[in-house]
Nanobody, 120 residues
Framework: QVQLVESGGGLVQPGGSLRLSCSASGSILSLNAVGWYRQAPGKQRELVAATASGGILNYADSVKGRFTISRDNAKNTVYLQMNSLKPEDTAVYYC??????????????WGQGTQVTVSS
């Protein structure tokens, strides 16, 4: 069994900050590539930031300079630090990860999502 759980969402005023966490647990060896996605009402899910196990980082243009993705491999956790938040950042944020299982197979998982609301 594998669980991928996001946390850290909430309500924040414009200009504020939040840090999201994505933690994997269960019969796993490691996280490989991990991406943070978001989906606003009436819009398609979009990639916000991604990190590969080799350290390569990728960001959507809309969040460059404001969001930072990082990982703690010992904790099988990936973070998304979000600064200078704007109302248009409001969405459900999802974590997606390629996970190396104890069976040495890599499988892809989605978390359940965490709501981020930026409003005054």
């Amino acid at each position: 069994q594998v669980q991928l759980v996001e946390s850290g969402g909430g309500l924040v005023q414009p200009g504020g900050s939040l840090r999201l966490s994505c933690s994997a647990s269960g019969s796993i060896l490691s996280l490989n590539a991990v991406g943070w996605y978001r989906q606003a009402p009436g819009k398609q899910r979009e990639l916000v930031a991604a990190t590969a196990s080799g350290g390569i980082l990728n960001y959507a243009d809309s969040v460059k300079g404001r969001f930072t993705i990082s990982r703690d491999n010992a904790k099988n956790t990936v973070y998304l630090q979000m600064n200078s938040l704007k109302p248009e950042d409001t969405a459900v944020y999802y974590c997606n990860a390629d996970i190396l299982r104890l069976t040495y197979r890599v499988q892809n998982y989605w978390g359940q999502g965490t709501q981020v609301t930026v409003s005054s």
